[in-house]
């Protein structure tokens, strides 16, 4: 019992030795890293601005409304009203199929209807004229009903023609290819003269305003969007311009492959610089940050197992780990980090520098 005491006192004492040693070596080094010759460092400083966290996806730039006009009637092309690749008005017209024979069979088919009509108000008169003779028996009342009969018979023969009218008149509109709504007619591949059949390509007609792009976007960020939300767009050919538009459509689903969903959005393109077919890049702005705090982008040191800059009070380095949101070629925003607005913070030196060790700084001179 006795020796167990023993070997307890002496691991007690050499644990409280070793502590001792550790402390005066820690304070050691800090002694040696102070006294050592100052590191020389240039400095900057965090600053507080606007920062917008922004989704980037990519997408394919698609028509609203994209349509090939087929014919609806048979007929031989009589003209040809569009040129290629221009605008068009809703319910312009396009192209003119041979029509005589449809013009004729209507004219004749009013001549009929204004025949049936004359004879229907003859036949009413004849019945007017009669029904008091009926009254006083010097019509039989069987010429009575044959009369009432031959009006049914004239009012079906109205109908009949009336129907057929229209029936013509229908085929007459389908002879008239005209643009369905706004926009801008592809090539042309007819020629006065063609005969079409039905079903035949007359002309497609394109709407360039505005376009519409479909991109996936990360289920984590569902809260973040909503209908009408502004989008701006980049694509090759004008890689200095950013067009702008509006998200029209977020799919109420969520792939559960890809943990995604559908957004559209549509963009003004008015001055038709943009077509279907191009890639884009969409910006989305998802948060803001009125007052965040960043720091100059040169002053951040990254490893596998930390990020951290190096603050300096009264002539020491100080290392501060901060955990960084947005970041740019310039700065990059801090979400946590023991850092005020101000700070100053080493861009160059930061290599060489330690923390607690003596440094001689001197403010970056102002970027051009």
């Not at 039905?198 to 969007?225: C, M, R, T, Y």
């Not at 200095?240 to 957004?263: D, E, H």
Request: aromatic share 4%.
């Amino acid at each position: 019992m006795f020796r167990t005491d023993k070997i307890r006192r002496s691991l007690v004492l050499l644990v409280a030795l070793a502590a001792l040693l550790a402390g005066c070596g820690e304070t050691e080094t800090q002694e040696v890293r102070r006294e050592a010759p100052a590191v020389p460092v240039i400095l900057g400083e965090t600053q507080t601005r606007r920062v917008e966290l922004t989704l980037e996806q990519v997408g394919t730039l698609e028509a609203s409304q994209d349509v090939t006009l087929r014919a609806e009637s048979e007929g031989r092309v009589t003209a040809i009203s569009f040129q290629e690749g221009r605008a068009v008005e809703r319910g312009a017209l396009l192209v003119q199929l041979d029509s005589e024979r449809i013009e004729a069979a209507i004219l004749s088919l009013r001549a009929r209807l204004t025949e049936l009509e004359a004879r229907l108000d003859n036949q009413l008169r004849t019945l007017e004229r009669n029904r008091p003779l009926l009254e006083r028996n010097l019509i039989s009342r069987l010429q009575f009903d044959n009369l009432e009969t031959e009006i049914a018979e004239t009012r079906a023969q109205i109908e009949g023609v009336q129907a057929n009218l229209a029936q013509e008149r229908i085929r007459l509109a389908e002879t008239r290819i005209r643009a369905p709504f706004a926009g801008v007619v592809g090539a042309r591949t007819l020629a006065v003269g063609d005969y079409l059949r039905i079903g035949d390509p007359v002309v497609s007609l394109v709407d360039l305003d505005p376009l519409e792009i479909s991109f996936q976007v990360p289920e984590a960020l569902k809260p973040k969007l909503s209908l009408d939300q502004g989008v701006s767009l980049r694509v090759a050919a004008y890689p200095q311009q950013v067009f702008q538009g509006t998200i029209s459509f977020i799919a109420p689903r969520v792939n559960i492959t890809t943990r995604t969903f559908q957004v559209k959005a549509q963009i003004a393109n008015a001055e038709r610089l943009l077509s279907p077919g191009m890639f884009a890049r969409v910006e989305v702005i998802t948060d803001v940050f009125e007052q965040a705090l960043t720091v100059p982008w040169e002053s951040v040191i990254r490893t596998e197992d930390d990020t951290y800059v190096y603050t300096v009070e009264e002539n020491l380095a100080r290392r501060v780990p901060v955990r960084l949101g947005r970041i740019t070629g310039e700065w990059a925003q801090v979400l946590e980090g023991d850092l005020a607005p101000g700070a100053p913070v080493i861009l160059e030196g930061k290599f060489a520098a330690r923390d607690g060790q003596r440094v001689a700084p001197r403010n970056a001179p102002p970027r051009p």
